[in-house]
């Protein structure tokens, strides 16, 4: 008998059949739709994470898979989509591109699992562009016509689903890169006004649109090749097109995240505008890796006006953002009805939620058995490949307290990151042989998905998957050069981490600005370099004491900076940082160069690798403890890395989510 995904899989092409000779859908109508969702799957097929070769039942799609299929038995008429960053994120991912890359009409991973699962449409997040438009286009099924000798001869295999982009174009032919958008023919079971069962077709439009920003996000990749045009701009373009051609419902799968700051066609987060567009019916987001709607949320993108948390609408416009690596289904459920017309949307019924794949209890939804064996050879060469040794650490490099000082699993990748620059300099460019070289990283994994979403890398051998563990992303390595002015407004913007401590309030205060990544909170891990935080100042006034070998930094005084190409050509809106100020672009990732300074390098200890601290929290007495959270019994490890200011207030910090409460004496460290 056949699996009930496979009758869905199987509806397309009845659909096809039955509709040429489908009779006109009285008036009364009436049908329950139901949108589905993932976003940021990030290569995640399975629960497991390669950096710490372990099982993960936290994440994967295996486990989404559960959640769409029992969404699919509760609802009779359902639409799965995917919102982007799907093939990049994980070993797996740079596994399949980059290490033992793909041959045409072979699927990353990620893709097989979701071509089995039946999605009706996706589209292409940023992180999609990270491995290059060639392997984009192979793996999506696609010939872009751009400079530079990127078109196949034939089109390889693709996901098994159409995907849409209507906001990045060629820069030979000025068309769309993807279909902008796709018009479903979706056969679905109604009731008439009577209660008697009817099959009749309803037009879902779907619209895909990337954030503007991979522009200069991948630059060496893209420029000269593809431009992008503005969410809004786009959407005013080909919406009325879609609703012309009979889209009864409108869903934009957009992305990005919310942002009120002005409109700007090259904003990264502009759903708050793109919301403001007539003729949208739904809203999927992503790639702020964030759950919406979510009362509890203390993010302040789901603060702003029109903009309801509870009931997940944006400026009434029903939208869904289902987090990431799998760990929730976003669902939108419409009832529409029939008017004799056209079906119409009954608003005032329509229900956004997210279903997690962890369940009271914190125990998980089992996973469907059928994905792991789906990439079973991909995912047992990954843990293979992850496994080669490159040197060894005599102290455990982890992100737990990368928050309050710790450089433990930031300053190798400093260290590599200024020697492969010193270098370069060296060989390349003398007129920079005197300027000093700094290098900053930043902690990307510091607990924002949950207790498992941190570096830690124990003592002991190390191999490929901890150098993973330790950069996360392919980026590629930059220098930029910046004055001490420039430096400084550098570290205060990393400073938006913290939130605004004041010393007399007796309640207690979160340290930590949730709503800032952590991947921006870049540090410095320079023995020559010395600065102090103020927490109790407003952000942009709170770098104090900003010295180079015992002397204050000159406002005029010469630095070259050791980064990647995302913060480099712009990203997280650091001043000064717009690609202007690069002076080395290298044809290397920073993972790579890790690796081959960790091979030149190979044992490591804490003294000599992970122990300089170039900044401090200003002193301050509070009267109520300053707090944070990480997960238990670990206040060892903070001692270890000289963090005697850190205690454990409790190994339960109360709001379920498998972490303590931990307090920072401000006072001193």
Known sequence: MPRLSQLFRAAPLAAAVSIACAAPVPAGTHATLAIL???????????????????????????????????RREFPNTVLLDDGDT????????????????KCGELPGIYK????????GGTVGNHDFNYGLAYLAQVTGSRFDVPGSLRPAKACAGPGFPLVLANVYSVRTHAPLFAPYRIIEKRVRAEDAAGRPVVATVKIGIIGFTTPTIMAWDKRALEGR???????????????????????????LSHGGLDASPYAPTMENGNYWLAQVPGIDALLLGHAHQLFPNPASTVAQFDLPHVDKVRGTVFGVPTVMANLWGKNLGVIRFELRHDGKGWRIERDRTVVETRATQQPGKSYVAPDAAVPDLVRHEHEATIRYVQTPVGSTAFRMATYFADVGDPSAIQVVNEAQADYVRQYVKANLPRYADVPVLSVSAAFKAGAAGPADYTDVPPGSLALN?????????????????????????LEKAAGRFNTIEPAQAAPQELVNTGFPSYNFDTVTDPDLRYEIDVTQSPGKRIRHLTWQGKPVAADQEFLV??????????????GLDGSRTVIAAPDTNRDVLV?????????????????????????????????????????????????????????????NGLALYAVDLSGD
């Open 466 to 490: 901890n150098a993973a563990d330790l950069y996360l992303y392919p980026n590629a390595l930059y220098a930029v050069k910046v004055d001490g002015a420039g430096l400084a407004a550098w």
């Open 87 to 102: 093939i990049q994120g994980n070993a797996l991912g740079d596994y399949q591109a980059v290490v033992a890359p793909l």
């Open 113 to 120: 699992a979701m071509k089995r699962l039946g999605y009706d």
């Open 37 to 71: 969702e993932t976003t940021d799957l990030h290569a995640n097929a399975v629960g497991y994470d390669y950096y710490k070769l372990a099982a993960d039942p936290s994440l994967g799609f295996d486990r989404t898979a559960t959640l769409i299929e029992e969404a």
């Open 562 to 575: 050791a980064t990647n190409n995302y913060r480099a050509s712009g990203g997280g809106n650091f001043p």
């Open 226 to 252: 593809v431009y992008t045009a503005g969410l809004v701009e786009t959407a005013r373009r080909y919406v009325p097109e879609m609703r012309r051609k009979g889209a009864d419902v409108v869903v934009a």
């Open 596 to 656: 081959a300074w960790i091979r030149a390098h190979p044992r490591l200890t804490r003294a000599g690798n992970g122990a300089a601290r170039s900044w401090r929290f200003a002193p301050v007495h509070t009267t109520g403890p300053v707090v944070f959270h990480a997960p238990p019994g670990l206040q060892a490890l903070a001692r270890e890395a000289g963090l005697v200011n850190v205690t454990q207030v409790r190994a339960d910090d109360g709001l379920g």
